[in-house]
């Protein structure tokens, strides 16, 4: 059985800090790339960061120099580091990993707001 459990979210204010992880179970973590999604409410869901099973990432534009993807393939977790947080960063954070198949986390509530 394939399980992504985020952890992580919550609320902060602007200009703060918070971090995600995202553990994986039931597969290849290893040869998987790893994302991280947001949808705001009545947007589209969108592509924040991805990291790829060699490491390589990529960035949305306007999380550029904010965000941090990383990697922990013995952990079977995938981070994500948001700093200088803006109110137009609130969303829903999903976490997806694909591969043959793409498989999703239960998503994880980003609230920033004095």
């Known amino acids: 059985q394939v399980q992504l459990v985020q952890s992580g979210g919550g609320l902060v204010q602007p200009g703060g800090s918070l971090s995600l992880s995202c553990a994986a179970s039931?597969?290849?973590?290893?040869?998987?790339?790893m994302g991280w999604y947001r949808q705001a409410p009545g947007k589209e869901r969108e592509l924040v960061a991805q990291?790829?099973?060699?490491?390589?990432?990529k960035y949305a534009e306007d999380v550029k120099g904010r965000f941090a993807i990383s990697r922990d393939n013995p952990k079977n977790t995938v981070y994500l580091q948001m700093n200088s947080l803006k109110p137009e960063d609130t969303a829903v954070y999903y976490c997806?990993?694909?591969?043959?198949?793409?498989?999703w986390g239960q998503g994880t509530q980003v609230t920033v707001s004095s």
């Open positions: 997806r990993a694909g591969y043959a198949t793409d498989y």
């Open positions: 039931g597969i290849g973590f290893s040869r998987y790339a």
């Open positions: 990291i790829g099973s060699g490491g390589s990432t």
